[in-house]
């Protein structure tokens, strides 16, 4: 398990911008692929991005060409820089290790998207 820390959400209008960042305890560069992953209420956890220890990016459809996953491995943060925002974009974004199989999940942070 690694203790991951998400925060950057909040509320912002259609439209927006927010950057989450998600502090790892430990050495980024060890650790590997990291990803986002959201969950709106009454929905199932999706992922939303991921980034492979060598900066390779996956991104979920319905996010393409408005996120940008990245990584600092000196600060061991990973960034989700989200733009154009929907208010379908509503929802509590999770951080996680791992690419296809998530070993550890950080607590949370809330973003909201309304007029």
């Known amino acids: 398990q690694v203790q991951l820390v998400e925060s950057g959400g909040g509320m912002v209008q259609p439209g927006g911008s927010l950057n989450l960042s998600c502090k790892v305890a430990?050495?980024?560069?060890?650790?590997?692929?990291m990803g986002w992953y959201r969950q709106a209420p009454g929905k199932q956890r999706e992922l939303v991005a991921r980034?492979?220890?060598?900066?390779?990016?996956d991104y979920a459809d319905f996010v393409k060409g408005r996120f940008t996953i990245d990584r600092d491995n000196a600060k061991n943060t990973v960034y989700l820089q989200m733009n154009s925002l929907k208010s379908e974009d509503t929802a509590v974004y999770y951080c996680?290790?791992?690419?296809?199989?998530?070993?550890?999940w950080g607590q949370g942070t809330q973003v909201t998207v309304s007029s």
């Open positions: 996680a290790t791992g690419w296809n199989k998530v070993t550890s």
């Open positions: 430990g050495s980024l560069l060890n650790i590997g692929p």
């Open positions: 980034i492979g220890g060598g900066g390779f990016t």
